[in-house]
């Protein structure tokens, strides 16, 4: 049985919506993706901070959620801080109504390419997240989530193929980004509240 990893990036947010303070924003993004984990099945899920955000992850983890401290919030060095899984994904932490099924489809391809990524819809650059076996293919590069994009990473494969293009979702990068959020998508209570005006 395969053992599978997907780890929420809370990497430093530089921007709040007006009248929203950063830290209660901070909060309420990350409290919306350890609920999008609760639902996801047959994968096993964890945070990663720099020792800075160590609160943070405190303050939304499940009692039984690994918290991984990582030196920088970076992608590469949340893979190599992790051990004993066969897959791994590292998502931002900034896209509260992402679908659990969105995740899923950024593990799939593992099992034909070593590496897949779901960039961020809408163009751009940045991506969603980044899926690969473990352990870490050599040529895989250091990544931002916030600047690369799949091209990075087909560039520095052996082969293009080597690298899966998923489906992508929508970050919270700036104000621009609040008009994408879908209504109807379920979950995301801690950032709708927030937005609403309501406490969380």
Known sequence: MLRRVVVALLAP?????????????????????????????????ALAVTPADRWLADAVRWPDTPVYEVPEPTVDAVLAALDGYDQAAVVAADA???????????????TSRPVAVAPVEGGGPGLLGVACRLPVPGWLPALDLDA?????????????????????????????????????????????????????
């Open 13 to 45: 947010v530089a921007w709040s919506p007006p009248g929203v303070e950063l830290t209660r924003w901070r909060t309420a993004l990350a409290e919306d993706v350890v609920d999008l984990f609760a639902t996801l099945a047959e994968v096993e899920t």
């Open 96 to 110: 509260p109504d992402l679908p659990g099924l969105t995740l899923g489809k950024l593990l799939r391809p593992l």
């Open 148 to 200: 690369d994009g799949p091209a990075d990473l087909r560039r520095a494969a052996p082969a293009p193929t080597d690298v899966a293009v998923t489906p992508g979702w929508h970050r919270l990068r700036g104000p621009a980004d609040l008009a994408a959020l879908d209504p109807a998508v379920e979950g995301w209570e801690a950032t709708r509240a927030l937005l609403s005006g309501h406490r969380t």
